[in-house]
């Protein structure tokens, strides 16, 4: 049965060449080594990075206009970020514990990172209250409603990540009714997309800090 490839190895493919076609001849079907949850995570994070980029785009043509004012920078904001930087430290140590087979830390380190979401969000929400009770309305300066829509995207994203965190909470706690395999495929889907969600906000984060 010949291996799968990479979707890097068949675009650097050459059809046309003979030993390329005798490879060809030899297909079982199977083309990418991606499983349907990695294709479709990362169709999603594609998606979420466009979409992303094209706000960043128009935040830095919209800020150097004059009634641009910059917003102060809660520390809160830095306690929400430290808090997102460790949930992703936390899901590297479930997915070594979950090739170790631990699922008993797995499990434990789940619930932590549950918890450690809510704190996030409980955090934005606060710092929300508090900017709204400084007098920074959404429709009170461009800066400010850009900083409202990027949290709340990127708010909206996380609770997106719980749901697929309580998928694989519920396959890892009852380890007798699935497959050891599948609940580490999905252990790292979810890990995945969390170290993303970490990624996104470090950028959202400096672009409004730095500008």
Known sequence: MRKKQSIFQLLSQKPWEPEQAKLDDLHD??????????????????????????FIVTYSDRMIYAD?????????????????????SVF?????????????????????I????????LG??????????????????????????????????????LFYWNITLRKVWYPKNVEINKSKHTIELCAIYWHFLLAVWVVLFGLMIFS
């Open 68 to 88: 641009w004012q910059q917003m102060p920078e809660p520390f809160m904001l830095w306690f929400n970020t430290l808090t997102l930087f460790i949930s992703s």
């Open 124 to 161: 934005q929400l606060f710092v929300w209250n508090q900017l709204i009770n400084l007098g920074y309305y959404v429709s009170t300066n461009p800066a400010n409603a850009y900083f409202y829509v990027f949290t709340t995207l990127h708010g909206i994203h996380l609770l997106g990540g």
């Open 114 to 121: 549950g918890f450690l979401a809510l704190i996030f969000i």
């Open 92 to 112: 590297i140590y479930i997915q070594l514990s979950a090739k170790k087979n631990d699922f008993d830390k797995v499990k434990y380190g789940l619930i932590i």
């Open 29 to 54: 079907g199977e083309t990418l080594n991606l499983s349907k949850g990695k294709l479709g995570l990362r169709f999603i994070m594609f998606v979420s990075t466009i979409f992303f980029c094209l």
